[in-house]
């Protein structure tokens, strides 16, 4: 396990960026701070910055309390700070946030009261972020030092590349970094890395979206060269794992179909859907197959309890492995959940529940647009996924050679992803499998949606050698066939390589 301790504070990019990214990163703080100035007519103090993340495999499990395996990646968040007395009465302090691209993101300035900080998550506004990593910070700073903590006034300027509703978590490098700026201005000089991840999963939650802690974690966490292997039983810990050096070597592509898909629009129809669909089937399970008749212990589950919770508790005192439990689980689900979906009226009396219970325990957070629960499918996803995570790092940690048949091995676990993906949890979509298949003709081992789904971006595990041909056959069947600017067109395909978590920068 990696001690995390305190998040860097650079001296320098180079700390920051591999060095085939250095020279591009250069001129792009240099105009941040560039415009920085212009728009607030002084200079910043320091930039807060975390990266987005791809994941590898484990895929929709992370809110079932199940480990995953996410990298960062080069794209990030950067907020240019300045700490400033103006704006602070004896009532209120003020936040003034600015984007680099201020047509499509509108600036904004909140005169906040010193002890609550009020969100909408049924506005989709841009801000909201920030917002959700200042409310977590400050709940954080008030732990520490006690409630008549008094916030300062900060002016900020954001650069973001990671694309948005792109499965690269865009979402959680923003509010991790956000709610780095406002620890480091409130006096926080050493963040601990931990304590950061551990807020920013709870804070993104209040933007309207019940996700799990993998995208935080990898953002926060991350080492440069490492993949990381996240856990979030008994707490959260993060391994960082490097992969073997096979030949013919590996590249990771990420491909974007450019489908867009948004939590905050689709949220009750897909990603806080399948959050409430998987929470409900760890009850049904527990209630039909638990020795016990008590309900599941609370856990750290968006909605308080989980799949791996059921499996914690049905499995207490067995001397099975993990794999052997989570087979089982696999058949046992197969038995349990028979029917195709599970209406409310279907699924209370069985968790000893009225159907206003139910809702009030499982749809009343975030509403969800379902007359059908399927438990099955989900269930099956997740264990099966929760499997297929531990098969991969078993191949990674002990590899049984380093040939193209280790290769073959891994890229098989992340195509059988990619089916469970569009089978039973249904959320990929006909573009991201048109990536997918075009992919695996011209020579990708492994390739998968990444993140949450329903569009944004596809992962492939891709022999060097080919990663050209690749890049070549999604250009005639893919890329070609689309409305591209330009812009969207140079970002379509990226090689990715490991990169590092969040860091500071001082700058002024
Ligand atoms: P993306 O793709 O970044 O929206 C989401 C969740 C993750 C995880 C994945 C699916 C957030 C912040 N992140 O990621 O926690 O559940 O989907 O594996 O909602
Ligand atoms: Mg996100």
Redesign the pocket.
């Known amino acids: 396990m990696a001690e995390p301790g305190p998040v860097p504070v650079a001296q320098s990019l180079k700390e920051i960026y591999t060095e085939d990214a250095i020279s591009t990163q250069t001129g792009r703080w240099q105009r941040l701070l560039a415009q920085f100035k212009t728009n607030y007519g002084h200079d910043a103090h320091f930039v807060s910055r975390s990266p ?2 791809v ?1 590898i495999i ?6 079932s309390l199940y480990s ?1 395996l996410p990298m960062a990646i080069t794209t990030d968040v950067l907020l240019a700070v300045r700490v400033t007395e103006e704006g602070t009465t004896s009532d209120h302090y003020t936040i003034k946030v600015s984007n680099v691209q201020g047509d499509k993101f509108v600036a904004r300035e909140f005169q906040i009261p010193f002890d609550t900080v009020d969100i909408d998550s049924k506005v989709h506004e841009w801000t909201n972020y920030f917002k959700s990593g200042l409310r977590g910070a400050l709940e954080l700073l008030r732990v520490k030092r006690g409630n008549n903590v008094k916030p300062v006034s900060m002016e900020i300027l954001m650069d973001g590349t990671v694309p948005a ?8 490098a923003f ?1 991790s970094a956000s709610a780095l700026a406002v620890m480091y201005a409130n006096g926080e000089k050493s963040v601990d890395k931990k304590e950061l991840t551990e807020l920013a999963i709870v804070s ?1 939650r209040a933007v309207g ?8 974690s990898a953002s926060v966490l991350s080492i440069r060269g490492s993949a990381l292997f996240v856990s979030f039983v008994p707490g959260l810990t993060a391994q960082p794992i490097q992969f073997p050096k096979t030949t013919p070597e590996l590249s990771f592509l990420i491909a974007q179909s450019f489908v867009q898909s948004d ?1 905050q629009v689709t949220g009750p129809v897909c ?1 806080n859907l399948r959050v409430v669909e998987c929470s409900l089937a760890a009850a049904y399970l527990n209630a039909v197959l638990s020795k016990s008749t008590t309900p599941l212990p609370k856990d750290s589950g968006p909605l308080g309890i989980s799949l791996n919770g059921f499996h914690q508790k049905y499995f207490k005192d067995s001397t099975e492995s993990v794999e052997e439990q989570l087979a089982e689980l696999i058949e046992i689900t197969k038995s349990t959940l028979t029917q195709p979906g599970y209406t409310r009226e279907e699924i209370a009396p069985v968790i000893g529940m009225t159907v206003e219970e139910l809702n009030r325990q499982f749809t009343s957070t975030f509403p969800v647009r379902a007359s059908h629960f399927k438990l099955r499918e989900r269930a099956l996803h997740v264990f099966s996924e929760a499997l297929r995570v531990l098969q991969f790092m078993a191949l990674l940690s002990n590899p049984s050679s380093l040939d193209e048949s280790l290769n073959q091995k891994l890229g098989a676990l992340m195509n059988e992803t990619q089916d469970s993906c569009r089978e039973m949890y249904e ?1 990929s979509c006909p573009e991201i499998d048109a990536l997918c298949s075009i992919a695996r003709k011209a020579g990708s081992y492994g390739s998968r949606l ?4 329903w569009g ?1 971006c596809s992962v492939h595990l891709v022999p060097a050698d080919k990663v050209e041909a690749v890049k070549k056959a999604w250009e005639a069947e893919y890329y070609s066939t689309r409305t591209l600017t330009a812009e969207q067109k140079e970002a379509s395909v990226v090689v990715s390589k490991p990169g590092s978590g969040s860091a500071l920068l001082v700058v002024g």
């Open positions: 987005g993340r994941n484990g895929e929709h499990i992370d809110y995953v509703g792109g499965g690269l978590s865009s979402s959680a509010v993104e979206v019940n996700s799990g802690g993998m995208d935080q939590k990603y959320c990444t993140g949450a789904g944004g």
